[in-house]
């Protein structure tokens, strides 16, 4: 009897120990699987920072080659306009036929060469009422007084431009109407252009023509073409 009890007891004491094996063991797992996955975290967060420090300093580079290039690229402006000298001047009749002209310098004021592609220009009346269409209307593929695509236009080198009065000449219900400020009097127009990088740029411009309204005292209320017409019409890329 004693011998089965003392079997019976170590049998027991063996699936205690066992237990005890076990439980540790799985004990021990959990921490390791706990420890291991905190690591992982760690290490993708430190990757996504890795990740994210690289792209921030791409972006970074990007923006100082752009802005290294926007500093040396060409920038063709409008240097000056040459309007008619005696606008509100009616085709005389009888007398030889009249043309009215005007005319306009651009410049490359950036520091590299500018190579125009495109340029066109027009001079025309409009119904003030309705204006410009929002979206210019340069008419047919055409060129800036002959420019040839491909040529070099150098740093500070300028070149001119200009168109003829669509209209020819005004007549005398035009320029009554432009006095009543019922008709204006628009000179817009477009040059394109590549830079030292081959990247294409455009420059838009627009002028109106401003008759005196009265309004201002005599002599600083003058009639000149000033800039004007719509955002479309301006702007510069």
Partial sequence: MAQLIWSWFTTALDWCTADRVIALATIVYALVTIVMFFAIRSQAKAAHRQADIARDAATAAEKSADALINSERAWIVVDDISPPPEVLMPQPSPGPLMVMTFGVRFKNCGRTIARPTDGRIRFHTVETTGGLPPIPDYGAKGDVHGLPP?????????????????????????????KQHTLS???????????????DHEMRFCY?????????LK???????????PEAYNQST
């Fill in 150 to 178: 491909g040529r070099i236009i150098a740093p500070n080198q300028t070149f001119g431009g200009g168109a003829l009065l669509e209209e020819t000449m005004l007549s005398h219900e035009q320029i009554t109407a432009i």
């Fill in 185 to 199: 009097l628009y000179f817009y127009g477009f040059i394109a252009y590549r830079d030292f990088v081959g990247d």
């Fill in 208 to 216: 109106v023509y401003r008759f005196p309204t009265g309004l201002i």
């Fill in 219 to 229: 002599g600083l209320d003058k009639d000149e073409f000033i800039p004007g017409g």
